[in-house]
């Protein structure tokens, strides 16, 4: 991995691929819970109009009465709109439906790309003492995932195992870049994380050694299995770690949570 050195306060990290259904989200709650369990203090960020980290981590809709919406768009503290889950150490600043509005009001905004960078960085959030920051991104590269890079330290790839996996990372890539340039130079990427990957299968096998001969050491050396409990467990409203923790993926949660706070120091 490349050396990140560790900044002062919560390290920020977006969860982001434009792609849809590779693992954005399960990465985001399971890291998230295995970075709790090794005592960490976490949040995450739900920036996906579809809200699924939120259901995912047991906020129901009629629970969300503050949002990433009115942290991005109203004067509002912290307090207001940070939740407890029930993961000891874990929190979450939830999403609904509304959010999906907030590209179009982010263009009227002057700051429209330095929102969250400056709502993460209020004073009031040094209360929290959080270790790390998750945002789940939502599966586009608009405002919103913008706002999630500009306010990162770094990018968390994940990369499902399949064809023309690596195809969709051009873009991101790009992004990453224009991201650099235009407001956060220091942006980097955490690595490139490989999921739904089953060892029996030729494919994914292809995929990683294709994976590894591109980005090298920006490939994390842990790997998430195609895994049926990692799948059944948001609709449990849990994290696999809750769910089952003796499963294989929550193993490989845990395995790439020990990794990135190594590769932090």
Known sequence: MSDLSRPTGPKIIAIANQKGGVGKTTTTINLAAALAEAGKRILVVDLDPQGNASTGLGIEVEDREYTTYELLLDDIEPEQVI???????????????????????????????????????QTQMDQFHFDYILIDCPPSLNLLTVNAMIAAHSVLVPLQSEFFALEGLSQLMLTIREVRQSGNKD???????????????????????????????????????????????????????????????????????????????
Request: no cysteine; proline share 4%.
């Open 83 to 121: 939740q407890k889950t029930e993961t000891e150490g874990l929190f979450i600043v939830p999403a609904t439906v509304d959010l999906s509005s907030a590209d179009i009001e982010l263009f009227a905004n002057e700051k429209r790309s330095f929102l969250l960078h400056d709502a993460l960085r």
């Open 187 to 265: 942006l980097r990427i955490e690595g490139v994380l490989l999921t739904m990957y089953d060892r029996r299968n030729n494919l994914s096998q292809q995929v990683e050694n294709d994976a590894r001969a591109n980005l090298g050491e920006l490939v994390f050396q842990t790997m998430i299995p195609r895994n049926v409990r990692v799948s059944e467990a948001p609709s449990f409203a849990m994290p696999v770690l809750s769910y089952d923790p003796s499963s294989k993926g929550a193993v490989a949660y845990r395995d790439l949570a020990s990794e990135l706070t190594k590769n932090n120091g």
